[in-house]
């Protein structure tokens, strides 16, 4: 899989801040730490596990001392945001595939060729929207302030 769901709100998670200062680092290494961590998950198999991510790499790639890098991983397990089997927390839950119903749906609804003319400038389009808003206010009976 190609992708992974990261939620509203993760740069505010006041478990990051909690990290942060356990850990002595700022709070945006810590959620930069996080994304790294998030997007290993993703990759690994079984997918939600961080178990053999390597901390060197994890320094290099982020310009991070890698001493600094331990005590990051050790807030986040003393904070259960990695578990004991060296998966993420509420990896299945946050991460669950479609229900067949929102599939369904998906499959019904118009790709989108319908809406969008490849061949169309964003200007022209722009305009063309502009037009159409403005031909549903006037069949309405609306008028829209200028």
Not at 35 to 44: F, G, M, P
Not at 60 to 85: Q, R, V, Y
């Amino acid at each position: 899989m190609g992708w992974y769901k990261m939620h509203h709100g993760i740069p505010l998670e006041a478990k990051l801040a909690v990290v942060a200062k356990r850990a002595g680092c700022r709070r945006g290494e810590a959620l930069a730490l996080w994304v790294v961590l998030l997007d290993h998950a993703s990759r690994a198999i079984p997918r939600g596990s961080v178990s053999n991510i390597d901390l060197e790499e994890i320094a290099a790639t982020l310009e991070f001392d890698p001493a600094a890098i331990e005590p990051a991983l050790k807030a986040f397990h003393d904070k259960n945001m990695i578990l004991a089997d060296g998966s993420l927390a509420g990896w299945e839950k946050n991460q669950r595939l479609s229900t067949s119903r929102t599939r369904a749906h998906r499959a019904r609804a118009p790709t989108g060729a319908a809406f969008f003319d490849k061949s169309e400038t964003d200007t022209a389009r722009r305009q063309r929207l502009q037009n159409e808003i403005l031909a549903r206010h006037k069949k309405r009976g609306r008028t829209l302030a200028e």
